[in-house]
């Protein structure tokens, strides 16, 4: 049996995991979000990392949502003891940031989701083996350990969002080279303000009006609120975005400036909304599991203290989200 000290420093060292993670991940995918900007020199680059910034640090407080995926996505917690689930946490932050060093030392880009899931998917994998071995249970039990079904959706979502984004890209690639691309001084006039306004929208929508859900401060009669009345306020936003626009275009500004600056801070806040979990959702499981097992578990013993507590949904205080964006922004 493990001394709870030993537990207590592989908690400790998952936090410190968790911090290395972040700059690992974050330098893996900052490319991802600046190219745009970078590559077409819309603004310089201190502005264009302000903007990054703003989106990092306030995307992070919308990705509480997603916390689920280390708790209980890949597996159901409620098989394992509070030993294996450290275990298995332990394994899973070794190898993402050992991984996610030598692919950004090799030059190779890498889904940090993909990251995540498989290596909590592969250590559930073997530790689910072990005890089905020593139980003299066969290999057809491991249905009732791991999810396949959820990895499969998951895996599928994302491949699935590799051909929509090629075929959105096309598509919106072709109706702005249709608009702008003859008598450039003129349809821009006529519909850069109407052009601008609907896609600032868009990110307004995609952002705040669908990530709520996933933020940690939205109390439900927000969400609720923002449900009601999604058209009015999309509307708003259609009315406000496209009139500055106009007025900016008469001051002789270029708005398409403002859409990919726009898009910048979009794709920052989507990064840190979604892959937030993939860096700290691990480190904050396991620092759950500890705090439920100091709490509840010490006489049953660490290797029969069921993790039912995995299962609930999960409660990330904002403090964590907002020291893992700052750490990011860093």
């Known amino acids: 049996m493990f001394t709870s000290g030993l537990f207590l420093t592989i908690i400790v060292f998952l936090m410190i995991l968790a911090a290395v993670d972040l700059f690992v991940g974050v330098s893996n995918d900052a490319v991802n979000f600046l190219n745009s900007a970078v590559g077409s020199r819309v603004a310089p680059l201190n502005h264009i990392l302000v903007v990054a910034a703003a989106g990092v640090l306030i995307g992070a407080t919308f990705s509480s949502g997603m916390m689920e995926i280390a ?17 298995i946490y332990f394994a899973v932050m070794v ?18 989701t993909v990251s995540i899931i498989f290596e909590l998917l592969g250590a559930a994998v073997f530790t689910a083996c072990w005890m089905l071995w020593s139980q003299g249970a066969g290999i057809g039990e491991m249905v009732s350990y791991i999810k396949p079904d959820r990895t499969f959706t998951i895996v599928s979502g994302i491949l699935i969002s590799v051909v929509v984004a090629f075929v959105a890209g096309a598509i919106i690639q072709f109706v702005l080279r249709i608009l702008f691309s003859f008598q450039l001084k003129n ?32 109390k439900p009669e927000y969400i609720d ?11 708003a936003c259609f009315v406000i975005f496209t009139v500055i626009s106009e007025v900016l275009i008469l001051l002789g500004r270029n708005v398409f400036k403002l859409i990919i600056l726009g898009g910048t801070f979009a794709l920052a806040f989507a990064f840190a909304g979604n892959d937030l979990v993939n860096f700290i ?9 500890w705090m439920d097992f100091s709490n509840n578990g010490l006489e049953a013993g660490s290797e029969l203290y069921r993790m039912v507590s995995l299962t609930e949904s999960a409660k990330t205080p904002l403090i964590f989200l907002i020291g893992a964006g700052a750490l990011m922004v860093f």
């Open 187 to 218: 349809t821009y006039r006529m519909f850069g303000a109407l052009y601008s306004g609907l896609s600032l929208t868009g990110i307004i929508y995609f952002l705040v009006m669908k990530g709520a859900k996933g933020a940690s401060f939205m």
């Open 71 to 87: 708790r209980s996505g890949m597996f159901y917690p409620e098989k394992f003891s509070f030993e294996q689930i450290v275990f």
């Open 225 to 235: 609120f923002i449900n009601a009345n999604t058209a009015e306020i999309l509307a």
């Open 281 to 289: 959702g691990v480190p904050l499981a396991g620092l759950s599991s």
């Open 95 to 112: 190898s993402d940031v050992i991984m996610l060093n030598i692919f950004n030392s090799l030059g190779l880009p890498t889904s940090t």
